[in-house]
């Protein structure tokens, strides 16, 4: 006996509301039925073909993915592009599909309290406030400082990232100064730059920024450190498979892929 749909929104939403969302984003049941029963789940960052055929092959019946796969409007549904077919794929194997986004990552508990604790920092607050709960304010990103050292080079910041989160490499822009505060966006935090600069870190922990990111942030006096989009946020894969397993332990999970870029 599995469990329903609705009955695994409705235990994620306890701990991760919607209503943290950002406006933008979204977040919630993006294709299939409430009520379907549930006897395997697949965890994935990205409810992508690649993922959609892997949940059909191992016979899941609703996939978790960190990133919505529909962001804005769709006029059509068809198989002549990628949005259409894999919703086509979705329905016809009877597969739900539910995202979970900046609502995990500003949630307790959730991607920056995360990632915090996996870097040892202390002092965490958010880089952008955007609500406030019994534990103090809520937002996107944070700030942190490492307590045990006079200050880390940005060579041994990015060696400590790649051992902590198992990442095959990064790259960063270094600005020469001893790191010791930091501010971390998890995912894409390209565009955040003024936010940044006004917190008086040493360095910054993102992806998805460029060449002329890095001249700027260097320039600015402060490292940045581009561990790709998912360099950071893959560990919402393990986390929500014990999460779920918490607390639906009747569950069979399947894990999706991590990161589907390939290095030479």
């Not at 943290?20 to 977040?27: I, T």
Request: charged share 25%; glycine share 10%.
């Amino acid at each position: 006996m599995g469990y329903k749909v609705s009955e695994i929104i409705n235990r994620i939403e306890d701990s991760f509301p919607v209503s943290l969302a950002m406006e933008w984003d979204n977040p919630g049941l993006i294709c299939g039925h409430g009520d379907k029963e549930v006897e395997t789940v697949l965890i994935a960052l990205d409810a992508d073909l690649l993922n959609i055929d892997r949940a059909v092959r191992s016979g899941a019946d609703m996939i978790i993915s960190h990133h919505p796969m529909i962001f804005s409007a769709i006029k059509k549904v068809n198989d002549l592009e990628p949005v259409g077919r894999k919703l086509l794929k979705l329905i016809e194997n009877n597969i739900s599909c539910y995202a979970m986004h900046t609502n995990f990552d500003i949630g307790r508990g959730g991607m920056a309290d995360i990632v915090a604790e996996r870097l040892g920092v202390e002092n965490i607050r958010p880089i952008e406030i955007t609500g406030e709960d019994e534990g103090g304010s809520l937002g996107i990103g944070f700030t942190a400082e490492f307590s045990d050292t006079d200050g880390f080079t940005a060579r041994e910041l990015s060696a400590l990232l790649k051992e902590r989160f198992s990442l095959e490499r990064v790259w960063y822009y270094d600005s020469g100064r001893p790191i010791k505060r930091i501010a971390v966006c998890p995912g894409s935090g390209k565009g955040m730059m003024t936010e940044v600069l006004s917190l008086g870190v040493d360095a910054y922990i993102t992806g998805d920024t460029g060449h002329h990111d890095g001249l700027d942030y260097k320039d600015a006096g402060v490292t940045l450190i581009d561990a790709g989009h998912y360099g950071l946020e893959h560990v919402f894969i393990d986390e929500m498979s014990e999460f779920i397993s918490n607390n639906f332990p009747l569950l069979k999970i399947v894990k999706g892929a991590e990161d589907e870029r390939e290095f030479v």
